[in-house]
């Protein structure tokens, strides 16, 4: 788990390096409708190279507003990055880590969860590290786009414990948690017709 912890503090710190280089991007992932008082949202970021982007396919049949993965899409949730958006309900980000850290250690009271410093320069984000009993890590980013939002996300990946591909993964993944925007989504209308 310290080697875990150790490898995500240099991810973060190099991560934030190249977030602010980058100067942020525009390459709109996901987006959602309008719901009630929440207007329609997009949340956008760069993908790391050799990642495919999917919101409409894959994420879609399991239920995940979209995922980036290397390869052939297996099903499988391991190395897989996810991003999820929902409703805002708990009144702060702190409350949404409480609550996901409860449920997390409810179905593996072995496991092991540790909260991680995110620096994402568009939006205040927490993260943690879960050490399953199962040796499946997961790490989890959880962000807040602001109250005028409506909306709170998270981006996750997990891993198994021993992968020995884990330092890239966490590499592109801190690159992606910590250069995620929130923008209002405006739908491009057709063209009109003469």
Not at 16 to 32: E, I
Not at 149 to 176: E, N, Q
């Given at each position: 788990?310290?080697?875990?912890?150790?490898?995500?503090?240099?991810?973060?710190?190099?991560?934030?390096?190249?977030?602010?280089?980058?100067?942020?991007?525009?390459?709109?992932?996901?987006?959602?409708?309008?719901?009630?008082?929440?207007?329609?949202?997009?949340?956008?970021?760069?993908?790391?190279?050799?990642?495919?982007?999917?919101?409409?396919?894959?994420?879609k049949a399991i239920g995940v507003d979209a995922v980036l993965?290397?390869?052939?899409?297996?099903g499988k949730p391991e190395r897989v990055m996810v991003l999820?958006?929902?409703?805002?309900?708990?009144?702060?980000?702190?409350?949404?880590?409480?609550?996901?850290?409860?449920?997390?250690?409810?179905?593996?009271?072995?496991?092991?969860?540790?909260?991680?410093?995110?620096?994402?320069?568009?939006?205040?984000?927490?993260?943690?590290?879960?050490?399953?009993?199962?040796?499946?890590?997961?790490?989890?980013?959880?962000?807040?786009?602001?109250?005028?939002?409506?909306?709170?996300?998270?981006?996750?990946?997990?891993?198994?414990?021993?992968?020995?591909?884990?330092?890239?993964?966490?590499?592109?993944?801190?690159?992606?948690?910590?250069?995620?925007?929130?923008?209002?989504?405006?739908?491009?209308?057709?063209?009109?017709?003469?």
């Amino acid at each position: 788990m310290r080697r875990v912890l150790m490898m995500l503090a240099l991810c973060v710190g190099a991560a934030g390096v190249q977030a602010a280089a980058a100067g942020g991007s525009d390459d709109v992932l996901a987006h959602g409708v309008r719901d009630g008082a929440a207007p329609a949202w997009a949340i956008a970021v760069a993908s790391p190279p050799g990642w495919t982007r999917d919101c409409c396919t894959y994420a879609k049949a399991i239920g995940v507003d979209a995922v980036l993965y290397q390869g052939e899409w297996t099903g499988k949730p391991e190395r897989v990055m996810v991003l999820n958006v929902w409703p805002r309900k708990l009144s702060t980000l702190a409350d949404e880590l409480a609550a996901d850290r409860k449920q997390y250690l409810r179905r593996d009271p072995q496991g092991k969860a540790t909260d991680i410093r995110i620096h994402n320069p568009h939006m205040p984000c927490q993260g943690v590290v879960y050490e399953g009993s199962d040796h499946v890590d997961d790490v989890v980013v959880f962000c807040d786009p602001g109250t005028a939002s409506g909306i709170r996300l998270s981006w996750s990946m997990s891993f198994a414990d021993g992968d020995p591909g884990k330092r890239p993964l966490l590499d592109a993944f801190m690159r992606v948690a910590t250069d995620s925007g929130y923008q209002r989504y405006v739908a491009l209308s057709a063209p009109k017709k003469p």
